[in-house]
């Protein structure tokens, strides 16, 4: 477990605990799985995937896989699994996901489970921004020195608003333009608080 397995900080639907060892067993042994999946949209699938590592988000099981029907990298949850017996023969790994299992896992959960989207630059290192997001936010990815770009998102634009404002860094908001229509709502009222855009203010 400890080999085939990558945490990334931050509770969520537990496994079978044999289910995990089992995909842990193909990834160290590089087996291709069997697997029933059920989607996040409910219908479910059979699926043939040559797995990579197990990431565990504090929230989930995650499973980046080079689909072998897709031809391409999935990410699966562990617990959507049901996996099939025997494995099927052993593969070469592949180059890994860009960014590594973690970062791909990250980036491929936050765009299935978000319904609004939103594309921002932080003023402010990656490093020192990493320190105040959680996996759920999404993984900054440094802009020069000084800055970082996130991809993240949230089930409404007034959410995503309260999550920027949390972070008490600078930001410009690159995508999507709804975003910072929504921004300038609060902007005005927090210069009214101050005083900032009162006629009679002296």
Do not use: K, Q
């Not at 291709?32 to 504090?58: C, I, K, N, Q, S």
């Not at 029907?69 to 099927?88: G, K, S």
């Not at 180059?95 to 921002?120: I, T």
């Amino acid at each position: 477990m400890r080999a085939a397995t990558v945490a990334v900080p931050g509770h969520g639907p537990t496994v079978d605990p044999e289910t995990l060892i089992s995909i842990a067993a193909a990834v160290r042994d590089h087996e291709t799985l069997r697997f029933d999946y059920l989607g996040h949209r409910g219908g479910e699938g059979r699926r043939t995937a040559e797995p990579h590592r197990l990431v565990f988000t504090g929230r989930r099981w995650y499973l980046p896989a080079w689909d072998v029907d897709r031809d391409d990298w999935r990410t699966f949850r562990a617990d959507r699994m049901r996996l099939r017996v025997p494995n099927d023969p052993r593969f070469t790994p592949r180059e890994p996901p860009e960014d590594g299992a973690a970062a791909h896992v990250v980036r491929g959960a936050g765009s299935a489970a978000w319904r609004h989207r939103a594309v921002v630059r932080l003023h402010a290192p990656a490093e020192v921004v990493g320190t105040r997001l959680t996996a759920a936010a999404g993984l900054p990815r440094a802009d020069g020195a000084d800055a970082c770009v996130l991809e993240t998102g949230g089930d409404s634009l007034h959410n995503l608003t309260a999550f920027l404002t949390g972070l008490d860094v600078p930001c410009t908001v690159l995508d999507p333009p709804e975003l910072r229509d929504h921004l300038r709502a609060p902007a005005g009222r927090y210069l009214d608080a101050a005083g900032g855009r009162r006629a009679d203010n002296v």
